[in-house]
Nanobody, 117 residues
């Protein structure tokens, strides 16, 4: 059974940093992309950053996080990360990791990130 488990969320002051982790288990195959999404109260879920596995690991970021967030992965640990620096109150949201395969899109349960001003 495939599982994605996020960790690393929490409460941080504006300007601070957090690192989110997404540990995958259960064997996921035919991965096209993996990434992080977020959903703030009353808003739609939006892409934060992703890695296109089928395009040589090309990364892309939402304009709002460029230069502040970095997505990475450790294949040996089956873990994906999101390093978030210079956090702003508008970054407050539930963050979800996602693995997009040829057959299915897997989601984690989400981790809350709250940035106080």
């Amino acid at each position: 059974q495939v599982q994605l488990v996020e960790s690393g969320g929490g409460l941080v002051q504006a300007g601070g940093s957090l690192r989110l982790s997404c540990a995958a288990s259960g064997g996921i195959f035919s991965i096209n992309a993996m990434g992080w999404y977020r959903q703030a109260p009353g808003k739609q879920r939006e892409l934060v950053a992703d890695i296109a596995i089928t395009r040589g690991g090309h990364t892309r970021y939402a304009d709002s996080v460029k230069g502040r967030f970095t997505i990475s992965r450790d294949n040996a640990k089956n873990t994906m990360y999101l390093q978030m620096n210079s956090l702003k109150p508008e970054d407050t949201a539930v963050y979800y990791c996602c693995y997009d395969t040829t057959y299915y899109r897997y989601w984690g349960q989400g981790t809350q990130v709250t940035v106080s001003s």
